[in-house]
């Protein structure tokens, strides 16, 4: 463990704890002849990625009590091409499911959408303009699990249907989660999508608004 003042985003014991055999495996299976010496500790690299994620800085603005900033973005690159954040991020979804009673792997998914706004930085052809919500942006497309944690995200132009992305999405659960075989939709998804889903294997239920004044909360959603 680092000599250095803590951060809030750093790892604690416990959570260091459930990722690092992953990560040392990973490490380990790259070391052969003539391999340099790994300086920089693994924990470190990660609390630093981190860091990033949750400031918002750009990765040379890494404070100096982080390993090199070009070593951490090196890391961060490797895992985000070879799998192993997907790993991770599938590793401790299971977890959680089944400290909750569940079974690890989820059979039923939730589908839905959100427009957000883009800064000023993005590449211009890379967004659209919702028409709905009268915004500029990108929007991004999420299939949960019913605990709502994160199954599959497809990043769009916020002019992108859902029931365009929704076909997506559902091509993508159908691959990386085939045990799913129901997901709810709200009514923004198009007949489309539910027949989509029957090609897939996965049998779309689209779950309609309440009819009453006010905020209401619609079940399975």
Known sequence: MSSRRGYPSDLSDARWALIEPTLTAWRAARRGPGTAARV?????IVNA??????????WAYLPHDFP?????????????????????????????????????APTTAILDSQSVKTSCNVNESSQGIDAGKKSKGRKRHLATDVLGLLLVVVVTAASVQDSTAGRHLLDHLAVTHPEVSLAWVDGGYKDEVVRHGVRRGIRVEVVKRIAAKGFHVLPRR
């Open 40 to 44: 920089h500790d693994l924990r470190e």
């Open 49 to 58: 990625i981190l860091y990033v994620c949750r400031t918002g800085i750009a």
């Open 68 to 104: 090199p900033y070009k070593t951490v973005y090196d890391y961060y690159a490797k895992w985000e091409a070879d799998g192993t954040a997907e790993a991770l991020h599938d590793l401790l979804r299971e977890q959680v499911r089944v400290a909750n009673g569940r079974s690890a």
